[in-house]
């Protein structure tokens, strides 16, 4: 289903996100005004700073399920055509979990058509993120693994708090399945093809201090400090002229945006079967066993 269509899906009656404000709140907004534009995604806004912080609160982990794709996709669209942002800096409303990464119970135990929209929903966060024009931050405060990690690393930079239960990496090979091409293209692009190679194959999530060291964050300040660090790196990428600074971007990013769009089709079809098959689902239902059995 295209964006649009989920758009329409999640307003029909029963939804969450019915009733909620998609536009600019009743205060009019202001320097630190506070938008809530869905339930699963706040946005705090600073005109005079031209910079929004976009927080993510689907709880407990802030995970990626299509509905939180959805709001996540629709909230930067709105922002993007917000002529007062210039920059972004995506965080978790709350300290601990930045994102767990894609829901696992939209990969489990669901039809194929399901598979493959909630596919294309990835595909096209990521591509809204990665082609951006505008400067996108990381205050990553709390753990970040897999599809947490990829949200972070379509930003320009990322600081991270330090604190060593918060780790970052792209982990699916300890799930059992893999990280797809691009995903993979956005960690080379960060930290290099052997410092991926190994990263994937291990599927490593780093420390902080790991994390730096690799380049996989660009900062780890005390936890306190991420949002306020975050904003104020993003002065020095403001400070850029805008189209100076994009066309730098969309260089450097160009190649790898082109090879999804160009493989688009069968990138959704390969996750599908894979996805499909009964060793990966077994390996997926054990895992999510194992993370609910922790609770129960
Ligand atoms: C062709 C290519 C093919 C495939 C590519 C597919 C790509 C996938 C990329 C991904 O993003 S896969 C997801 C990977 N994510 C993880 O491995 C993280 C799993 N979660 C955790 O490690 C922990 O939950 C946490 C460290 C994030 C937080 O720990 P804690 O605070 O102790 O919370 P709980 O573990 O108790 O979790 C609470 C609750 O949330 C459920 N849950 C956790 N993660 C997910 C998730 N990613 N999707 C869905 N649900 C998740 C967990 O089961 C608990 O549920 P309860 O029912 O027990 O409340």
Redesign the pocket.
Same mark, same amino acid.
């Given at each position: 289903m295209a964006l649009v269509a989920r758009v329409r899906a999640l307003l029909l009656p029963g939804s969450r996100l019915r009733g909620a404000t998609l536009g600019r709140a009743a205060n009019g907004g202001g320097a630190g005004a506070r938008r809530a534009l869905s339930h699963r995604v706040l946005v705090e806004a600073d005109p005079a700073a031209g910079v929004a912080v976009v927080k993510f609160r689907n709880p407990?982990?802030n995970?990626l399920s299509l509905e939180m794709l959805t709001e996540l996709g629709i909230c930067l669209e709105k922002l993007e055509n917000d002529k007062t942002v210039r920059g972004i800096v995506l965080t978790a409303d709350r300290p601990g $979990?930045f994102s &767990? #990464?894609?829901?696992?119970?939209e990969m489990c135990g669901r039809n194929p058509a399901h598979y493959a929209e909630f596919w294309k929903a990835v595909q096209e966060l990521w591509l809204r993120l990665y082609q951006s024009n505008m400067a996108l931050g990381a205050a990553i405060n709390g753990?970040c /693994? &897999? #599809?947490g990690c990829l949200l972070s690393l379509t930003c320009d930079y990322r600081i991270l708090a330090d604190n060593p239960k918060y780790t970052i990496g792209l982990?699916?090979t300890q799930?059992g $399945?893999? &990280? /797809?091409f691009w995903f993979k293209d956005t960690m080379v692009n960060t930290i290099g093809h052997r410092a991926t190679e190994r990263a994937l194959q291990l599927g490593l999530l780093f420390t902080p201090a790991e994390a730096l060291q690799v380049g996989l964050v660009d900062q780890v300040v005390p936890e306190d400090q991420v949002q306020s660090t975050a904003l104020s790196v993003m002065s020095q990428w403001l400070a850029i002229p805008d189209h100076a600074r994009q066309l730098t971007k969309t260089m450097m990013r160009k190649a790898t945006v082109d090879q999804l769009l160009k493989h688009r089709e069968a990138d959704i079809q @390969?996750?599908v079967s894979? $996805?499909s098959r009964d060793s990966i689902q077994k390996v997926l239902q054990v895992y999510?066993q194992k993370?609910?059995k922790? @609770?129960?």
């Open positions: 407990p982990v995970s $979990i &767990a #990464g894609l829901d696992l119970t753990t /693994p &897999a #599809g982990n699916e799930l $399945i893999f &990280a /797809p @390969n996750f894979f $996805i999510l993370l609910r922790k @609770n129960h």
